[in-house]
Nanobody, 125 residues
């Protein structure tokens, strides 16, 4: 079983930056692909970015491709999401999730087996 804890959210002005972190517990975390998803009030959850377990393969939603960077440090069981040039429409609850299949950086939420509780990101205009 994998437990995930997100941190790093907060309130930031338009154009600002935040670095989200996802710390995973359990020896199998390093073999999991990890994804970030977000959900704004009244909207469906959407894919943000993901990273495969090995090889560094990453996948991004179009809105994040030029502004967000996902990375991982398996020695610390941590995945980061660096978000720059934030916009008010980035305001949402951000979740990290782990896919025990691991090999692919899927954008499909159904592929992910474990989810964190989320960290709130609010971007003021």
């Amino acid at each position: 079983q994998v437990q995930l804890v997100e941190s790093g959210g907060g309130l930031v002005q338009t154009g600002g930056s935040l670095r989200l972190s996802c710390v995973g517990s359990g020896p199998s975390f390093s073999m999991c692909a990890v994804g970030w998803f977000r959900q704004a009030p009244g909207k469906e959850r959407e894919f943000v970015a993901s990273i495969a377990s090995i090889g560094g393969y990453t996948n991004y939603a179009p809105f994040g491709r030029d502004r967000f960077i996902i990375s991982r440090d398996n020695s610390k069981n941590t995945v980061h999401l660096q978000m720059d040039s934030l916009k008010p429409e980035d305001t949402a609850l951000y979740y990290c999730a782990a896919d025990t299949a691991g090999a692919l950086a899927s954008s499909w939420a159904v592929e992910y087996d474990y989810w964190g509780q989320g960290t709130q990101v609010t971007v003021s205009s």
